[in-house]
């Protein structure tokens, strides 16, 4: 894609995009063949790194179980379900196959490209974006954006001057990942132009706990149900979230799919329910209600069996010992020979067991960030500002963040082509907002 080292400033464009990620980049290629002049700007050397290591650097490009449900942040669910019908997975699928990304779906509901390569999906983007006229400004720091009142233009001051456009699209993204160039910016941006952000956090990132038994455990993956509770007691608190799924035992705590799941709703309640509790299931088959229906099925069955024999039927040796540790048990007392107080210390190891999580990983570790500009001042139908005409917004920078599985470059594909069409229409011959100068100007 080519760069222009504008040689002279100041520059004029119809629609400019902050950032040059996977939100970006849709939104350019978009606004770009409906027509409009489109100017790309990122500050890195090489754009769309996210895009690069995402997936184990094959890049999770969407899932096929697609809903709002699997999105939050203040009125995500809502506001997602009108991006995604106005631009759909299977559209996304579509657009992928015709500019040479052919994709597959694997067990786990994930698409990834056929050539399990990121950098496929980035080079195919890139270069759709060039064919359809978009110019790529990268090393390219934009320092402010402004409404210039003398001519109805947005102002973007950047490391190269200032540039003036009729639109602009805010894809600056978030602040999860920094080596790949995200630090929050785009914050700044919106917040100087009055825009309310939801307080961030990271999210999808591994969760720290202060157990000192599960290290012993690291680097054993299994199934489990992860709940975070209201109050240390599973039982009687309310329950916040929930997931099943695959997880990670780790030096510093817990990883995998649920916990990357869980972390988002962990940071976002710790503040406010100081109590806020991690507690796993470690035989998440057992349906909530029928734990005591399985313990009494399994106590009768390994009743002359030491605690430790009975606890390897289910789990390695290494983790079978963790939770007898836990639980304060001696492994070789026969199982059928717990008193009810030992009975219930290893009933809540298996189905109850509070994990001592305290903290998330932070930014550099996490895949997505929480929080950001607030969608109740974005319109769905367009993505734009409530408070400014011309302004748009897309991807990360927005109080939307999806579960693991390609949810959250779902989202990146569908609000970048909603804000990208917004934006290029802004542009037309014709439209009814007037702009100041005219479109031949640019």
Same mark, same amino acid.
């Given at each position: 894609m080519n760069e222009e080292l504008f040689p002279d400033f100041p520059l004029q464009t119809?629609?400019?995009?902050?950032?040059?990620?996977?939100?970006?980049?849709?939104?350019?290629? &978009?606004? %770009?063949?409906?027509?409009?002049?489109?100017?790309?700007?990122?500050?890195?050397?090489?754009v769309g790194a996210k895009i690069i290591v995402s997936g184990g650097q094959r890049c999770n490009v969407t899932n096929i179980a697609v809903t709002p449900a699997r999105f939050h942040g203040e009125g995500a669910p809502a506001f997602v379900s009108r991006i995604l019908r106005a631009y759909s997975p299977e559209q996304t699928r579509r657009f992928f196959e015709e500019i040479g990304v052919p994709l597959k779906l694997e067990e786990t509901g994930k698409y990834f490209p056929v050539s399990d390569s990121s950098r496929q999906v980035l080079g195919a983007l890139l270069h759709t974006a060039h064919r359809a006229g978009a110019v790529l400004c990268s090393q390219t720091d934009v320092t402010s954006v402004e409404l210039d009142?003398? &001519?109805? %233009?947005?102002?973007?001051?950047?490391?190269r001057g200032p540039v003036f456009a009729r639109s602009v699209i805010l894809a600056t993204g978030g602040l999860a990942l920094p080596k790949s160039g995200s630090n929050g910016r785009g914050y700044n941006f919106a917040r100087a132009l009055g825009h309310s952000i939801i307080s961030t956090t990271p999210a999808l990132t591994p969760l720290f706990s202060s157990d000192v038994h599960y290290p012993l455990a690291s680097g054993i993956t299994m199934p489990v149900r992860l709940r975070l509770h209201a109050e240390n007691d599973a039982r009687s608190s309310k329950k916040l979230a929930s997931y099943d799924g695959s997880f990670l035992f780790t030096h510093r705590g817990f990883s995998g799919p649920v916990a990357l799941n869980l972390s988002r709703h962990f940071a976002h309640h710790?503040?406010?329910?100081?109590?806020?509790?991690?507690?796993?299931?470690?035989?998440?088959?057992v349906e909530e209600g029928r734990e005591a229906q399985w313990w009494h099925e399994f106590a009768g069955r390994f009743a002359k069996k030491m605690v430790s024999t009975a606890l390897e039927t289910l789990f390695s040796a290494k983790l079978a010992g963790v939770i007898a540790a836990r639980a304060g048990l001696i492994g070789s007392l026969p199982l059928g020979r717990l008193s009810k107080t030992q009975t219930d210390a290893l009933k809540r190891e298996l189905f109850f067991a509070p994990l001592g999580v305290f903290d998330v990983a932070p930014y550099d570790k996490a895949e997505t960030t929480a929080g950001g500009v607030a969608l109740a001042e974005i319109e769905p139908a367009t993505m734009q500002s409530r408070l400014h005409k011309g302004l748009f917004f897309a991807g990360e920078v927005c109080d939307v963040d999806g579960e693991l599985?390609?949810?959250?470059?779902?989202?990146?594909?569908?609000?970048?082509?909603?804000?990208?069409r917004a934006a290029a229409r802004r542009c037309t011959p014709g439209s009814s907002e007037k702009f100041g100068v005219e479109r031949a100007d640019f």
């Amino acid at each position: 894609m080519n760069e222009e080292l504008f040689p002279d400033f100041p520059l004029q464009t119809e629609v400019a995009i902050i950032g040059a990620g996977a939100a970006g980049l849709m939104a350019a290629i &978009t606004a %770009a063949r409906l027509g409009a002049r489109v100017h790309l700007f990122d500050g890195a050397k090489k754009v769309g790194a996210k895009i690069i290591v995402s997936g184990g650097q094959r890049c999770n490009v969407t899932n096929i179980a697609v809903t709002p449900a699997r999105f939050h942040g203040e009125g995500a669910p809502a506001f997602v379900s009108r991006i995604l019908r106005a631009y759909s997975p299977e559209q996304t699928r579509r657009f992928f196959e015709e500019i040479g990304v052919p994709l597959k779906l694997e067990e786990t509901g994930k698409y990834f490209p056929v050539s399990d390569s990121s950098r496929q999906v980035l080079g195919a983007l890139l270069h759709t974006a060039h064919r359809a006229g978009a110019v790529l400004c990268s090393q390219t720091d934009v320092t402010s954006v402004e409404l210039d009142p003398s &001519t109805d %233009a947005w102002k973007i001051e950047t490391s190269r001057g200032p540039v003036f456009a009729r639109s602009v699209i805010l894809a600056t993204g978030g602040l999860a990942l920094p080596k790949s160039g995200s630090n929050g910016r785009g914050y700044n941006f919106a917040r100087a132009l009055g825009h309310s952000i939801i307080s961030t956090t990271p999210a999808l990132t591994p969760l720290f706990s202060s157990d000192v038994h599960y290290p012993l455990a690291s680097g054993i993956t299994m199934p489990v149900r992860l709940r975070l509770h209201a109050e240390n007691d599973a039982r009687s608190s309310k329950k916040l979230a929930s997931y099943d799924g695959s997880f990670l035992f780790t030096h510093r705590g817990f990883s995998g799919p649920v916990a990357l799941n869980l972390s988002r709703h962990f940071a976002h309640h710790r503040p406010k329910v100081t109590t806020a509790t991690v507690f796993a299931s470690l035989l998440p088959d057992v349906e909530e209600g029928r734990e005591a229906q399985w313990w009494h099925e399994f106590a009768g069955r390994f009743a002359k069996k030491m605690v430790s024999t009975a606890l390897e039927t289910l789990f390695s040796a290494k983790l079978a010992g963790v939770i007898a540790a836990r639980a304060g048990l001696i492994g070789s007392l026969p199982l059928g020979r717990l008193s009810k107080t030992q009975t219930d210390a290893l009933k809540r190891e298996l189905f109850f067991a509070p994990l001592g999580v305290f903290d998330v990983a932070p930014y550099d570790k996490a895949e997505t960030t929480a929080g950001g500009v607030a969608l109740a001042e974005i319109e769905p139908a367009t993505m734009q500002s409530r408070l400014h005409k011309g302004l748009f917004f897309a991807g990360e920078v927005c109080d939307v963040d999806g579960e693991l599985g390609g949810f959250n470059f779902q989202w990146a594909w569908s609000s970048g082509v909603v804000a990208g069409r917004a934006a290029a229409r802004r542009c037309t011959p014709g439209s009814s907002e007037k702009f100041g100068v005219e479109r031949a100007d640019f």
